[in-house]
């Protein structure tokens, strides 16, 4: 037998103990764009200012040259069961 098949099934019942856990919707993720941010803003200040929990990345736009803020930014966000856009 392989490991896998011991660890998840019932030995007695041959039932496998994995159908108690209920699998739920998958998590949507939003992609927000964000403007007119201040020229000196990071990243890590959109992230922590959006006061959004699950944050997945946090971008800021920088122009190349002088290496200030263009003012776009975007975030990127998951949305649980029962968490909306709003």
Same mark, same amino acid.
């Given at each position: 037998m392989k490991q896998s098949n011991l660890s998840s099934t019932d030995f007695e019942t041959g039932e496998s103990s994995l159908k108690h856990y209920k699998v739920g919707p998958e998590p949507t993720v939003v992609d927000l764009a964000v403007? &007119?941010?201040?020229?000196?803003?990071?990243?890590?200040?959109? &992230? /922590?200012? /959006?006061?959004?929990?699950? !944050?997945? /990345?946090?971008? !800021?736009?920088v122009d190349p040259?002088?290496? !200030?803020?263009?003012? +776009?930014? +975007?975030l990127i966000v998951r949305l649980n069961n029962g968490e909306t856009k709003d």
């Amino acid at each position: 037998m392989k490991q896998s098949n011991l660890s998840s099934t019932d030995f007695e019942t041959g039932e496998s103990s994995l159908k108690h856990y209920k699998v739920g919707p998958e998590p949507t993720v939003v992609d927000l764009a964000v403007k &007119r941010l201040p020229k000196d803003y990071k990243a890590e200040h959109l &992230r /922590s200012s /959006s006061g959004i929990k699950h !944050v997945t /990345s946090a971008t !800021v736009e920088v122009d190349p040259i002088t290496g !200030v803020c263009t003012g +776009n930014g +975007n975030l990127i966000v998951r949305l649980n069961n029962g968490e909306t856009k709003d």
